[in-house]
Every structure is written in structure tokens, then in C-alpha cells.
């Protein structure tokens, strides 16, 4: 029996609402990799500010997250973060957004659509390698 159960209305949020990048729930389960698709209209051209807010959480709330450095993260299709000395702590793989549309336009056209999506989709496609041998890394460790 649960206490939800007695409830006639349940109220759902987005997990991206506070923060545009839902991690929220996920930075409580512990897990080994994090691959985060930015596709907020800040992820190339401020410099990561929700990832940056993503990390203000995990310290906050004492959760591993690894240390990020938002010097380049602007100026590759992907950016791997980890601690090679505690294996406590996550691996991060981030991928920008190279393309500005506004998250909070909810009717976006085709060609706007295909813009964020196809530059993602290139961004691990061109990039499959390295992070097949970054996810791989930690599977061997752990």
C-alpha cells in the first residue's frame, strides 16, 4: 500500500525544469557514465550554463560529479570528464548544442528540429570512437 494511493490528483514536473538538463534524478542513482545531450539553446553559446548548473547541484546536494573544465566546451562536439583516481565519481561525457533554438519554442519547425538533432547526431557519430574507448574505460575498471 502506498500513500499516493489515497491521492485523487498526482502532480508531475519536468526534470528539466529547474535545471534544462533533467540529471536530477539520475545524479541519485549512482551511476558510472552521464552522456548529456545539451540541446538547450545555451549549450555552445554560453559556455555550458547548465551543465555548470548541473554541477552546482551535485555539490550542493554532496553527489559525485566530476571536476569540469568549461574553458573549451564551447569549441568541441564533445568533452569527456572523469577522476582517474576515485572511481566513486561518474564519468561525464557532454555534447553542446552547436545550433541556437530556443528550448521554450515548443512548435518547432522541420528544419529547425533536424538542425539540433542532425548536429548531435553528428557529434556522436563523428566521435563514436572516443567515446566507445571512454565508456569502455570505465566498464574495465569497475
Known amino acids: ?23 536530477q534524478p539520475l545524479l541519485r542513482r549512482n551511476l558510472n557514465v552521464y552522456i548529456i545531450c545539451d540541446a538547450s539553446a545555451d549549450g555552445m553559446f ?7 548548473k548541473v554541477v552546482a547541484y551535485a ?8 571536476e569540469i573544465s568549461f574553458d573549451d566546451i564551447d569549441k568541441t562536439p564533445v568533452s569527456i ?6 572511481l ?14 530556443s528550448t521554450f519554442d515548443f512548435d518547432y519547425d522541420e528544419q529547425e528540429f533536424s538542425s539540433i538533432m542532425n548536429g548531435i547526431e553528428q557529434a556522436i ?18
Open 1 to 23: 500500500d502506498t500513500p499516493m494511493k489515497k491521492d485523487k490528483y498526482l502532480s508531475f514536473i519536468d526534470a528539466g525544469f529547474a535545471i534544462n538538463l533533467p540529471l
Open 46 to 52: 554560453a559556455k555550458g550554463t547548465e551543465l555548470k
Open 59 to 66: 555539490k550542493e546536494n554532496d553527489l559525485p560529479f566530476p
Open 81 to 86: 570528464f572523469y577522476n582517474t583516481q576515485d
Open 88 to 101: 566513486s565519481i561518474p564519468m561525464v561525457i557532454y555534447i553542446p548544442n552547436f545550433v541556437e533554438n
Open 125 to 142: 557519430t563523428g566521435n563514436a570512437d572516443l567515446i566507445k574507448s571512454a565508456i569502455k574505460r570505465v566498464a574495465d575498471v569497475r
